[in-house]
C-alpha cells in the first residue's frame, strides 16, 4: 500500500528558530500533498495544499511567511516553520495523493513540534 | 461556511455496538471519510461514502444520507483496542479534506 513517511518524528526548539519538516511519498508520486496541524484534543485543520512544481495555496488565517512550503519534486513536500514560538507547539501531519486517484489522502505519521 | 458536527466523547463496553453519528454542512460535497486517531498518531482510513446507504466492512459500517447531510460510523463487537478518535471528514467540492471536531471512544471491560 502507499506510505507517506514525515521526518522528524519529534522536534524540541527554541522559540525564534526555523524547524523544517519533511513529508515523503514512498512508493508513489504525490502530485498533490496537504498540510494539517491539530492541538491537543482538536481535529485536524488544513494549513496548506501543495501541487508539485508551483506554490502552495494557504488557508485562511494561515501565514505563508511563517509556513514556508516547499514541493519540489513528486516525492517530497517541507514545511518550514520560520521563527518558531511556543504559539505553534502542535502535531503537524501532511497526506499525499496521486494524480489518478484523487479522493484518496494517504497520511504520514504526524510530527510533534514543541517550541520552548 | 463549513461545519461538520460530531459528539465529543462517548463510552461503551467490550462487545457492545456503538454509533457515533456525524452532520455537516459543507461548500459542496464529493464524498465522506471516516478515519480512527490513536493519540499521538497520524488518521488512519476506515471507510468513505459517495452515495446514500450503507457499507459494511468487518466489525465496522458507514452509512450517508446526502439530502440530511448525515452519516454514521457503526462499530460491532466493540474491543478495548477500538479507544481511539473517530473523525469524520467530508471532501468538498473545492477540493479540500475538512475535518469534524473528532468522537473520542472509551471502550471499558
Known amino acids: 500500500g502507499a506510505v507517506v513517511s514525515q521526518h522528524p518524528s519529534r522536534v524540541i526548539c527554541k522559540s525564534g528558530t526555523s524547524v523544517k519538516i519533511e513529508c515523503r511519498s514512498l512508493?508513489?508520486?504525490?502530485?498533490?500533498m496537504f498540510w494539517y496541524r491539530q492541538f491537543p484534543k482538536k481535529s485536524l485543520m488544513l494549513m496548506a495544499t501543495?501541487?508539485?512544481?508551483?506554490?502552495?495555496?494557504?488557508e485562511q488565517g494561515v501565514e505563508k511567511d511563517k509556513f514556508l512550503i516547499n514541493h519540489a519534486s513528486l516525492t517530497l513536500s517541507t514545511l518550514t516553520v520560520t521563527s518558531a514560538h511556543p504559539e505553534d507547539s502542535s502535531f503537524y501531519i501532511c497526506?499525499?495523493?496521486?494524480?489518478?486517484?484523487?479522493?484518496?489522502?494517504?497520511f504520514g505519521p504526524g510530527t510533534r513540534l514543541t517550541v520552548l | 461556511g463549513q461545519n461538520i458536527d460530531q459528539p465529543t466523547e462517548m463510552t461503551a463496553t467490550e462487545g457492545a455496538i456503538v454509533q457515533i453519528n456525524c452532520t455537516y454542512q459543507?461548500?459542496?460535497?464529493?464524498?465522506l471519510f471516516w478515519y480512527q486517531q490513536h493519540a499521538g498518531e497520524a488518521p488512519t482510513f476506515l471507510s468513505y461514502?459517495?452515495?446514500?446507504g450503507l457499507e459494511e466492512k468487518g466489525r465496522f459500517s458507514s452509512f450517508l444520507s446526502r439530502s440530511k447531510g448525515y452519516s454514521y460510523l457503526l462499530l460491532k463487537e466493540l474491543q478495548m483496542k477500538d479507544s481511539a478518535s473517530y473523525l469524520c471528514?467530508?471532501?468538498?467540492?473545492?477540493?479540500?479534506?475538512?475535518f469534524g471536531t473528532g468522537t473520542r471512544l472509551q471502550v471499558f471491560p
Open positions: 461514502n459517495v452515495l446514500d
Open positions: 471528514a467530508v471532501w468538498t467540492n473545492t477540493d479540500k479534506l475538512i
Open positions: 501543495s501541487n508539485e512544481g508551483s506554490k502552495a495555496t494557504y
Open positions: 512508493d508513489f508520486q504525490a502530485t498533490t
Open positions: 497526506s499525499a495523493r496521486e494524480e489518478w486517484n484523487t479522493d484518496t489522502q494517504y
Open positions: 459543507t461548500s459542496g460535497f464529493n464524498g
